[in-house]
């Protein structure tokens, strides 16, 4: 019997804004979702909500890390972050290294406003809701690969 499809909310994790993307195993795609402000801490309540709204199976959290492999500025963060998901929500936290994700979630938006999907200005945060996007099909790829979706 296949494994059932399961759904996974991915997390681009910032000071500023926190990128949220969902997807699921069973397409195997992902798409942004939301940003959340996160001065001053996450938004809990708007992560509950999200948690609460879409029931995932799983959370993805990307992990910055410097082009070498060194640890980024904001690893540590990103890290207790995941910690905390994982304590207040009692799912599996998976965590992804997302070194490259702005870089191609730029890529992404530009595209997208090339081809007249995006306005000329999006608005704000709509980097962090795509590479959450780009965090979250690494995992997706990266379990299918596997056979082990959660």
Avoid: C, K
């Amino acid at each position: 019997m296949p494994p059932r499809p399961r759904t996974a909310l991915g997390f681009d994790y910032g000071l500023r804004r926190i990128g949220v993307a969902v997807g699921e195993t069973l397409t195997g795609t992902a798409r942004p979702l939301a940003v959340l402000e996160s001065a001053g801490g996450p938004d809990w309540g708007g992560i509950d909500r999200l948690v609460g709204e879409w029931g995932p199976d799983a959370l993805v959290v990307g992990i910055p890390y410097n082009l070498d492999g060194s640890p980024h500025a904001l690893t540590r963060a990103a890290e207790r972050f995941a910690r905390r998901l994982a304590a207040r929500y009692r799912l599996p936290v998976h965590r992804v290294d997302e070194r490259l994700s702005t870089t191609a979630a730029r890529g992404l938006v530009r595209e997208a406003r090339a081809a007249g999907r995006l306005a000329r200005r999006a608005r704000r945060g709509e980097r962090d809701r795509v590479a959450a996007q780009v965090i979250l099909q690494a995992w997706l790829e990266g379990t299918a690969r596997q056979g082990d979706p959660a």
